[in-house]
């Protein structure tokens, strides 16, 4: 399966709406397949990750016209966390495709976006 | 990009039923022991029951919690109430909110949702905002199990000793001499926070690149030989290494406030500190999530003659200005 | 954007929890014919190694292997007890494979019980540990110079670290991910590596 994800810019201010769209191209094997959406911050660095999640969206659940289709979707963006490039700790923002897998490993694509207000 | 992230995977119906099936001998034993203590009017007994009662709730709460996905499990916790408060946020944002609105008023809505610590201020004595102290929960559960631990070893060392058996005797005292060494090192924890500052601020929340008033107050009676308090960023990561997790700090900034001493202070004597700071405006704001944080702390260090040194941490919030 | 730090780390721990790259072995058959063995009908096995050696990277891909071929699976840690419900819930369906981590940290009684129920169902499994269990050994993991460097080419392609993996090894015991962590650290105060990973 490939995915793409398209938003409408890289950067965005908080409390502002992300705009993007997602087309999904699986294999004739994955079509019945459940594929997730969602818009969610995550720890990097040094320490083990943690994540939020604010928006999740169910766009595919063995729907084969569904998983194989492009979905627009839009998402007021919270005040925090921020993105941040620490030493120890970043906080990145990425919108996340992931198709589930029974057997064998989920399928995951990630496109970041910043997360800040403008210096 | 293409990544393959491993999640934590939901818990299916099987596991969920079994695990709320095992609570149940647990919150059965609990309650019929709450029960019986009760009848029988030794209330001692309350404890353990009370205990497998709490435990029983934990692990139905684990359990129930458990049937989520990372994904969605995130969504209930955070964002399902974060859609229903940035609304009325981002209204105050597109309205241009009046720059004399406060971090406080501003981030209202989110202080309880957002990745945030759980900060309980009280109105102060001298300004806004007083800081709770660290927190003694560790120091009283450290003492707690030293006396525990002294309780389940010093009987084996009056036996030996009655038994004439000092080989043993010798040998069950190395133990009992680290119990007392933990009492000693709780009780003198306990001590030391006998005489902690009193940490206020003109608002807590605040902003990034605000000012912010700081007063310090040291009480006595105390001969102080150096009193130092620093305001500091850190970032602070937690990661599992083996069977070990492992915790590590980075000062992303630092800046001394008060460096003072030695005072002789009488018994009620105040000995205050009043600094106003801005914060600088190229920093993060706090940030805590499970494991990683960003803390702004208020660093207390007392070095008192005849009585236990202390060096405390005493966390703020300091939350991003919104529109900058 | 706001931090005193790099945008990304290639090093960051993330990048290289156990399963998150590759099995990096010189010959790429390595990893088949370990699963061929792990994950045999009733076959017993150990991983032993020292910490950041490999052996709970080795686990996760066999879960990987194990889930494609369409095995049910259980793995957990060894010290956070027996699921006793993913157990059960294996017991259910098969072909099977119970991988555990950290096998000393289990109660004794509870690996033999664990290695009872395998034996019982005919599942495979696979234990790791610091030290000998008493199980046939699947792979006495330990990394080399070698696979250090395959390793931190797989994360930081554009790196190049003339000196090699030996004495980074050796000063960590061979443990790897201390190793991955140094560079993390190299790379985040701008020292050796700085000018090595653009």
């Known amino acids: 399966m490939s995915a793409s994800i398209h938003l409408e810019g890289r950067t965005f201010v908080p409390g502002s709406l992300l705009r993007g769209r997602v087309s999904l191209e699986p294999l004739a094997e994955h079509l019945g397949r459940r594929v997730e959406l969602a818009v969610l911050w995550e720890t990097e660095g040094k320490g083990d990750t943690d994540m939020g999640v604010v928006y999740y969206r169910v766009l595919a659940d063995g729907d084969e016209k569904a998983a194989s289709s492009e979905h627009a979707f839009e998402v007021t963006l919270p005040f925090l966390p921020l993105s941040y490039h620490g030493v120890l700790l970043k906080i990145g923002w990425r919108v996340r495709v992931r198709r589930l897998a029974p057997l064998g490993d989920d399928f995951v694509h990630d496109e970041p976006f910043e997360l800040g207000w403008p210096p | ?324 | 954007m706001i931090g005193p730090g790099r945008a990304t780390n290639p090093f960051s721990a993330a990048r290289f929890v156990p399963g998150r790259i590759p099995w990096l072995a010189r010959d790429p058959q390595h990893l088949d014919r370990l699963a061929a063995r792990a994950l045999a009908p009733g076959a017993q096995h150990q991983v032993v190694g020292v910490h950041g050696s490999g052996k709970s990277t080795l686990l996760a891909h066999l879960e990987s292997v194990a889930r494609r071929h369409g095995m049910t699976v259980v793995r957990f840690r060894g010290s956070r007890g027996v699921p006793m419900h993913a157990l059960a819930r294996v017991a259910l369906r098969g072909p099977r494979v119970v991988l555990v981590d950290e096998v000393e940290e289990l109660a004794p009684f509870a690996f033999t019980l664990v290695r009872a129920f395998a034996a019982s169902l005919d599942a495979s499994l696979v234990g790791s540990a610091h030290r000998d269990l008493g199980l046939p050994t699947l792979l006495h993991a330990r990394v080399g110079a070698e696979t250090a460097a395959r390793v931190v080419a797989h994360l930081a392609p554009e790196a190049s670290f003339p000196g090699g993996f030996e004495e980074r090894l050796a000063r960590h015991g061979g443990n790897l991910r201390e190793v991955l962590f140094e560079l993390y650290d190299e790379l985040e105060a701008g020292t050796s590596a700085e000018d090595r990973v653009r």
Not at chain 2, 23 to 52: C, K, N
Not at chain 2, 284 to 306: E, H, K, M, Q
């Open chain 2, 1 to 324: 990009m293409l990544l393959v992230t491993p999640m934590s995977k939901r818990a299916g119906p099987f596991a969920t039923l079994f695990q709320i099936l095992v609570t149940v001998p647990f919150a059965a034993a609990g309650i019929g022991s709450i029960a019986q203590a009760v009848r029988s009017g030794r209330l001692g007994g309350v404890i353990p029951g009370a205990l497998f009662t709490a435990a029983a709730g934990w692990m139905f709460v684990r359990a129930i919690r458990a049937r989520r996905s990372s994904e969605s499990r995130s969504l209930g916790g955070v964002s399902a109430t974060i859609a229903d408060v940035v609304a009325p946020v981002v209204l105050d944002y597109r309205t241009a909110a009046a720059p004399s609105r406060t971090a406080a008023q501003i981030y209202a809505p989110l202080l309880l949702t957002a990745p945030l610590p759980r900060i309980r201020t009280k109105p102060g004595l001298v300004l806004a905002r007083m800081l709770p102290p660290p927190s003694v929960a560790n120091v009283f559960g450290l003492l707690f199990a030293a006396v525990f631990w002294n309780l389940v070893t010093l009987p084996f060392v009056v036996v030996a000793i009655l038994e004439r058996s000092f080989g043993l005797a010798a040998f069950v005292s190395i133990f009992v001499a680290v119990g007392i060494f933990l009492a000693v090192f709780a009780a003198k924890g306990i001590l030391a926070r006998a005489k902690l500052a009193r940490v206020e601020l003109s608002e807590e929340p605040v902003f990034v690149g605000d000012e912010v008033t700081i007063h310090v107050e040291q009480r006595g009676k105390a001969q102080v030989n150096r009193f130092e308090v620093d305001l500091v960023c850190r970032e602070t990561v937690t990661f599992t290494v083996g069977t070990d997790t492992r915790s590590e700090d980075h000062d992303v900034f630092a800046q001394s406030l008060v460096d003072a001493g030695p005072v002789a202070l009488a018994r009620g004597e105040r000995w205050p500190h009043q600094v106003t700071v801005r914060l600088p405006s190229n920093l993060p704001g706090t940030f805590r999530s499970a494991r990683n944080g960003i803390r702004w702390l208020v660093r207390v260090r007392a070095d008192i003659a005849g009585w236990p040194d202390y060096d405390e941490l005493y966390e703020l919030r300091v939350l991003p200005k919104v529109g900058s």
